[in-house]
């Protein structure tokens, strides 16, 4: 019975493909040669055929280039000269101080090459906990990445009975993350325009009432918020900027031929903004802020160029990676005072160069200009960030630094290194001096001093002389009873005119250190921050604030200046000021 069912059914599968067979073969045309005859299409299918290979072809232009877009970099070019012996230098260096400790994390160099750390990062592998710390607390792998300071974190909230929604600070700003993953690493630091968060997703409240806009690539975007806590949504690591009142947005479409052409924020517009590349294509449309197409360049801060002299035989400069948010609020600060700041940046591959950092932009990017020239020639751009992390003591607190790209050099793909080495002034009346001018020859140099001294003393001498010989004429004229007295006169004066002679090249010999020092004026090597890693509550601080033109704007900031004319070396100034790192209340 059942095998005659199948039976049944597969001849009646069998008949209706028969069937079809037999009616594509009657529908099948032949000419009278024999040739098969297609049947044509009718207008319509072709109508609609040709708009399908237009629509893909356009879609294809519109939406496959930006698949392969890259902005513009000019940071892999470097206009400044790499020393390649100087790599040589800074590998001997670090040789000779074996029991130094370059990334202050509390291992000394020699322990870092036992356990194969990085002795300029203060958390090789990146986990949150450092590498002491993770070597003599945690007993775990300072090189292989865990999640180790996941588990610390949520030990510390359910000892405290706390739970992954309970909010916390860090500096005044009240944070809901979304996971133990954010918890643990995400962290917020206050930057020139704002604040920089890093590692973190979840809800933030600001200790203000503001509007707050998400700042990536020059463009503002708009943030999620929620109106009832007044919190707003961060999705990433980004720098987020603050106003009092609400941006006004437009949706610039660029068109082949045509330009640039802005709509009116609408429906339509922002419709087109969310099916449109932003960018890399022909046809383009992204929403924009008004003040992203007509940046404020006015706020950018510079100051007079000239040349910190660098001596390259103090190979001190490699010993210290200072890229500390510290460092980098030491030269906003001096930058504001009128000094220009050599930088050296050195790659393990290239070498080092020098440059003269003598300003910074609206953004927090430094500009640089060539040592050789005096002339700009580039920037670095600087990136901050912040996470949490195990200290060497087993507290966890907040720590920060800065990553930096630019002239060749880029610290997140080739674990380049800078170092700030001195700083100069033309309020010192400093004449601005190329390297190329004081490399020909140190001695040169020396010799010109020793030339100008001889015939300013020369000078001086033979004045000396026409006053003495003036005078040898008049004693001549005294009476005889009166020798004795004139004759320890002229002694006297033979001895002033020693003095003089004394006198004149001791001040000329002066005059050439200080012109030699107001080259060098202040070595900021030795500005090298703590480890960053806060174990106590930090005092409240308040962004930095800008004046109509954009500079800096301080309490200290006259009062720095005159203190530096004063003195060769100023004061160090407190982070807190421009920049501060926190720890959790």
């Known amino acids: 019975m059942e095998k005659n069912l199948k039976d049944l059914l597969h001849d009646e599968y069998m008949d209706e493909q028969g069937e079809k067979k037999r009616r594509r073969q009657k529908s099948v045309l032949y000419d009278t040669k024999g040739r098969r005859v297609r049947k044509r299409l009718s207008k319509a299918a072709k109508g609609v055929g040709t708009a399908a290979a237009v629509i893909a072809v356009l879609l294809s232009a519109i939406y496959i280039p930006p698949q392969f877009y890259k902005p513009k970099d000019d940071s892999s070019y470097n206009p400044l ?19 130094a400790d370059f990334d202050g994390d509390g291992m000394t160099n020699a ?3 036992q356990y194969g ?24 792998s300072p090189t292989a990445k865990s999640d180790n300071l996941l588990d610390e974190v949520r030990k510390d909230d359910k000892k405290h009975g706390y739970s992954i929604g309970t909010p916390y600070k860090i ?9 133990y993953s954010d918890k643990a690493r995400g962290g917020v630091v206050r930057t020139l325009n704002g604040y920089r968060f890093s590692f973190y997703h979840g809800w933030v409240k600001f200790p203000e009432k503001v509007y707050v806009y998400a700042y990536e690539e020059g463009v503002h975007r708009e943030l999620q918020h ?15 900027r603050c106003y009092s009142q609400p941006l006004t947005f437009a949706n610039r479409l660029r068109v082949p031929f045509f330009g640039n052409i802005f709509l009116d924020d609408g429906k339509f517009a922002k419709t087109l903004s969310g099916i449109l590349p932003d960018k890399g294509g022909p046809l383009t449309c992204q929403r924009v802020a008004e003040i992203d197409e007509d940046p404020d360049v006015s706020k950018d801060v510079k100051a007079p160029i000239v040349y910190p002299f660098v001596d390259k035989a103090d190979a001190s400069r490699f010993a210290n990676n200072q890229n500390t948010l510290k460092d980098y609020t030491y030269v906003i600060k001096h930058i504001d005072a009128g000094y220009c700041v050599s930088v050296s940046m050195y790659s393990s591959s290239t070498g080092e160069s020098i440059g003269v950092i003598y300003g910074y932009t609206s953004d927090g990017s430094l500009l640089v200009a060539d040592p050789a020239t005096l002339k700009p020639c580039g920037k670095i751009k600087v990136t901050e960030f912040a996470m949490r992390m195990m200290g060497k003591d087993g507290n966890i607190g907040q720590y920060t ?8 050099f880029d610290s997140l793909k080739y674990n380049d290194r800078i170092s700030f080495v001195s700083t100069a002034s033309s309020k010192d009346d400093t004449k601005p001096v190329a390297v190329s001018e004081k490399a020909d020859s140190e001695q040169a140099s020396e010799n010109q001093s020793e030339k100008v001294t001889e015939k300013i003393t020369r000078k001086q001498a033979e004045t000396s002389d026409k006053k003495s010989g003036d005078e040898n004429r008049k004693s001549d004229v005294k009476s005889s009873e009166k020798k004795t007295g004139t004759g320890n ?19 000329m010999q002066a005059e050439t250190d200080k012109e030699k020092e107001s080259e060098t004026l202040v070595n900021i090597f030795d500005s090298q921050s703590d480890s960053g890693q806060n174990d106590t509550k930090t005092p409240e601080t308040k962004a930095p604030e800008t004046n109509s033109s954009g500079e800096g704007t301080s309490e200290t900031k006259d009062s720095e200046v005159k203190g530096q004319k004063e003195s060769s070396k100023p004061e160090k100034t407190e982070t807190k000021d421009t920049v501060a790192t926190f720890s959790l209340n």
Not at 81 to 99: G, L, S, W
Not at 171 to 179: E, F, T, V
């Open 81 to 99: 000269t790499a020393d390649a012996r100087m790599i040589r230098v800074a590998q001997q260096y670090y040789k000779e101080h074996p029991d």
């Open 111 to 113: 322990l870092e090459d």
């Open 117 to 140: 750390t990085d002795p300029y990062r203060v958390d090789s592998d990146f986990d949150g906990i450092s590498d002491y710390a993770e070597v003599n607390i945690t007993k775990t």
């Open 171 to 179: 500096d005044d700003i009240i944070l809901w993350p979304d996971s």
């Open 226 to 240: 929620r109106e009832e806590e007044d919190a707003w949504y961060i999705d990433g690591s980004y720098e987020v």
């Open 401 to 408: 630094w800065f990553e930096w790209s630019g002239l060749g």
């Open 489 to 507: 006169k002229e002694t006297n004066k033979e001895t002033n005119k020693t003095d003089s002679l004394k006198n004149a090249k001791e001040g």
